[in-house]
């Protein structure tokens, strides 16, 4: 076990745990854009910063490592996630800050303060609605990777990828062309991780992430799919 202190909390982690374990085991909260449990950390949102032992880091891909002295609490910090979350929200238009209850980033800016008026203008990229039960709003996305992460190292299927430069990145299926024609398997993944709506499911309850969308649990013939074939 692993040994250290989080805004002066002792915790306890077993080996191989990151400092994200360790902030919420402290009973601690950082913002997590681009990380989801499920899935391997990318470090590439930077909404997760703390300081260990003096060092801005991001806490999803820092190893917990024994007598670190973690701090997520002081004023600097809290600015640099802030800015770090509006500068992500900056780049989207006003609608991706819309509706807390279904975009993480939405509940996000929510609960710092950050407000539409932060948003660019206007919607540019335009929507994938070529998939009878996948949709894409562009506009929405913040190449998180959260989607790619579980179409491939979860679902097995490897059907999306980031496509584009800088800020013009944005998921794509990797065989190009509409979502339609690509090899998404409607296992629901992608929708059920993204955390701004920019992909979610059509149909009842339009609009809507999988999160929001009535489920059944049920014993599935693989044991690791979310298709649901039983
Ligand atoms: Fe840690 Fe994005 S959640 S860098």
Do not use: K
Request: with cysteine; proline share 6%; glycine share 10%.
């Amino acid at each position: 076990m692993t040994r250290l202190q989080v805004d002066g909390v002792p915790v306890e982690l077993p080996a191989g745990a990151s400092l994200l374990d360790a902030v919420h085991a402290a009973g601690a909260d950082v913002p997590t854009l681009c990380h989801d449990d499920r899935l391997r950390p990318a470090g590439s949102c930077r909404t997760c910063l703390v300081r260990a032992d003096g060092r801005t880091v991001a806490a999803c891909v820092t190893p917990a490592t024994a007598d670190l002295t973690v701090d997520t609490a002081d004023e600097g910090l809290r600015n640099l996630r802030r800015d770090a979350v509006a500068l992500i929200a900056s780049a989207l238009p006003p609608h991706a800050l819309a509706d807390s209850a279904h975009s993480e980033l939405a509940e996000t800016c929510r609960a710092l303060g950050i407000t539409a008026e932060t948003a660019a203008d206007g919607s540019t990229r335009g929507r994938d609605e070529s998939h009878p039960y996948v949709h894409l709003d562009r506009d929405l996305c913040i190449a998180c990777g959260r989607c790619v992460r579980m179409c491939s190292d979860v679902q097995g299927t490897f059907a999306l990828t980031l496509t584009g430069r800088g800020a013009d990145t944005v998921v794509a299926p990797g065989t190009g062309g509409a979502w339609a024609e690509s090899d998404c398997v409607s296992c629901g993944g992608c929708v059920d991780t993204c955390p701004t709506g920019a992909i979610t499911q059509p149909g009842p309850g339009q609009g809507l992430t999988s999160r929001q969308t009535p489920a059944d649990r049920v014993r599935t013939t693989c044991g690791y799919c979310g298709v649901g074939c039983t």
